[in-house]
């Protein structure tokens, strides 16, 4: 199968190393990395409209080349699929996998679910893989799990139907409780902001927070915090179509009074 990997922490990220040499093992895949040239966490959606993008080609194992990108993860799964850097289109795009949970609300800043929603919208089937940070970073368990989930056609298949947002606990997969295919929670954070004077003149600021818990049991955070690993499927779909009818009552009032 051809694979496009990439993610929000930059091609030398751990989590991204982990997945291409467990993916590489049985040498069943067709492997490519296009991932940025430097951290680019919590970017989102955001392009490079202003400015050119800088591409590095480096190579991975004998003949076999990764791309790093001077640009956003979106950015690189763009330039991918669209560009001229694949002969064939990727049949799978797997972003992560990234340090740090991306659950509930944070995935409208994550960098890796974006890079991921980037490639459903541009037809490839996508999924986002992330690991609650800790003390113990291991990222081997995980990456071996999505190894052994893509050998699966059922699992191929869900990922053709939705993006698959996946999140590992930070614990070894023996302390795992199982797995929960949850609803996106919302991870609110009661913010700080830290006000420094700059030599230099104008003043900045350091932004640091922690999150205001919730305590829903079907969301992925709540799964995270159970030690559970999640799984929430997420399409691009934004419109709420319960207001749309709600919106239309108010609308063809307004226009009866005309």
């Not at 990997?5 to 990395?33: P, V």
């Not at 791309?67 to 990727?90: I, M, N, Y």
């Not at 929670?185 to 003149?201: H, L, M, R, V």
Request: aromatic fraction near 10%.
């Amino acid at each position: 199968m051809r694979i496009m990997l990439t993610n929000d922490d930059g091609y030398f990220a751990a989590g991204l190393r982990a997945l291409y040499q467990e993916l590489s093992k049985e040498n069943k895949h067709e492997i490519t990395i296009v991932a940025p040239a430097g951290q680019r966490s919590a970017t989102g959606r955001s392009i490079t409209i202003h400015e050119p993008l800088f591409v590095t080609k480096y190579e991975l194992r004998q003949n076999v080349y990764g791309f790093a990108v001077d640009g956003t993860p979106t950015d690189c799964v763009k330039l991918a699929l669209q560009g001229d850097l694949f002969s064939q289109k990727p049949e799978l795009l797997i972003s992560g996998i990234n340090y740090g949970w991306n659950l509930g609300s944070d995935v409208f800043y994550s960098g890796t679910v974006a890079a991921a929603m980037e490639g459903v919208l541009l037809g490839v089937p996508s999924i986002a893989v992330s690991l609650a940070q800790s003390e113990m970073v291991d990222y081997t368990e995980p990456a071996g799990l999505i190894r052994e989930w893509i050998g699966q056609e059922e699992f191929l298949q869900n990922c053709r139907a939705s993006l698959l947002n996946i999140n590992f606990p930070g614990s070894h997969q023996e302390d795992w409780k199982g797995m929960k295919i949850t609803k996106l929670g919302k991870t609110i954070y009661d913010n700080k902001f830290e006000c420094q004077e700059s030599a230099f003149g104008p003043v900045y600021y350091w932004t640091s927070g922690s999150i205001i818990s919730q305590d829903d049991p079907d969301t992925d955070l709540m799964a995270i915090k159970d030690g559970y690993v999640s799984i929430t499927p997420l399409h691009s779909d934004l419109t709420d179509d319960e207001q749309i009818k709600v919106l239309s009552e108010w609308s063809r009032r307004e226009r009866s009074n005309e």
